[in-house]
């Protein structure tokens, strides 16, 4: 297997910065910490959450658009319940 690119890695690194217990980000957002476009964002983020990376935990009503739009976060933070462990907080200090 060939090893992952750099705008999935970025799209990764953003996710998990910007994850919170109460909040995940969204695809736009993620979009604007990794400096990636948002089609590479919108094709990436689906193979990510595909490939079991990426877990979409909930929507969120936002103002730049109509219909609510997915929360995401990195496979390593959500828990068995569908809650937040503490590995998120662990990542965040250390990365």
């Known amino acids: 297997m060939r090893p992952a690119g750099e705008v999935r890695q970025a799209l990764l690194n953003a996710c998990t910065q910007l994850a919170t217990p109460d909040r995940g980000p969204t695809l736009r ?8 476009g948002m ?3 919108r094709r990436t983020v689906e ?10 935990v909930r929507d ?3 103002e730049y658009r109509n ?10 933070m959500q828990g068995d319940d ?3 462990v503490d590995l998120a907080q662990v990542l965040r200090v250390w990365g």
């Open 82 to 84: 569908d809650g937040f």
């Open 39 to 41: 089609q590479a964002a």
């Open 47 to 56: 193979n990510m959450s595909r490939a079991g990376q990426l877990h979409r």
């Open 29 to 36: 957002e993620m979009a604007a910490v990794a400096c990636v």
């Open 67 to 76: 219909r609510p739009v997915a929360e995401y976060v990195p496979a390593a």
């Open 60 to 62: 969120r009503k936002v």
